[in-house]
DNA sequence: GACATAAACGAACGATCGTGCTATTCCTGT
DNA sequence: ACAGGAATAGCACGATCGTTCGTTTATGTC
């Protein structure tokens, strides 16, 4: 009994990469089956479609996003020092997969192809944009954000770093990711705190 | 010969529509074909491999892009009304596509993808990134950036604008997108203005 | 050891994939 | 009008797709 589930962890821990470099979509039952070193039929039989695959495959990416990058962050104090954890943590679970996220190249994947599938991911697009959102409101109540900041709007801006860093990343493999992230990201935290930023301070524009 | 060329430009729009939905590796020969409602082999000879047809519908894109995007925001003064404009032209070709911008879904689907197709479509990124960088170089020479900003950084956080913005679009399609874009958009301006952002000033949506 | 249950297999299905090859039809230049 | 080339069709190939079915092999219980 433990057996089969420690196979369908394996599997899934398999498809997980695939989906993460190829999409979800290229998540094929034949590929999966040869990785595992079984039949298709025999892989095909733990899950009972391909969009069922496809689904638990979601929902376990969705256990692991959750214990590595919110739950964690969420022990750190909010505000500033939350955000900054939570940022650092999806960093290093995005670049822990070969392909980064699961989530942003699922998103591309799906976003025209209805489906339980297509529901599933928006569910949990929407929950993890509202973490962000949530995280913003305990900065306000944290005092590390001014009290009118726009939460949804910060949500929006941070969410929009996440995946201009990951295309840089994934794509361009640009060197100065990194940096390029960090800067934008301190930006971004001070322009939610109020305090402008110092070289707005400088005399400014010129030639 | 002009009905051959014709044939394939709309065999082209076609396969724009598909990659912009379901991705670059997913316009199929077969589903082209039946579009245009010929044969398999006919429409093959066209192109002589898919992977020479996905650079074709890469180039064709490259080539809409740059006439609808790019050229009419260098018409515009530079400075801050070029990048406005850049932006609202990015805006609507993007959503004239039923699944937004052609290259962001293909930056997902080919970036573990090794081949010619992946190459092409870097140089086009990166040629982009650089039309971004420039005309933030030309917003600094027009006095509207200070001189110390970094134009490399504008655009990466310029790109990652339009990167969530696509996201929001396509996928989540939350109605006020448009406005939370424009929003960041200007807050970004602001920043590379080296004016105070207003923050303590205006009020905001609380969240 | 008998029996129930779970897990994996092998083979086949119809469909579609990309890609050749060989005709045939259509258009154009002369 | 006729030649020549371009455009398209027809057919087949091996491969792979998701899925079904019946069977075999483990596993665990009494």
Redesign the pocket.
Known sequence: ?T??ID?KLSILENGLDIASRLGLEAV????LAKAAN?????????FQ???NLQIELLKYAGEIFSRDVVVPALAVPAGIPRIRALVENWNRYSGAMTGGCIFVTASTDFKDRPGKVKDFLLQQQNAWIDSLRRIARSAIEAGDFRKDADCYQFAFELYSLLLGFHLYYTLLDSSDTQKRQQAALEKLLRAYQGIPAPADISPGAGG
Chains 1, 2 share one sequence.
């Open positions: 009994m057996k089969g196979r094929t039952i034949g590929s079984m039949s298709k039929s025999g892989l095909f039989a733990h479609s391909k969009e």
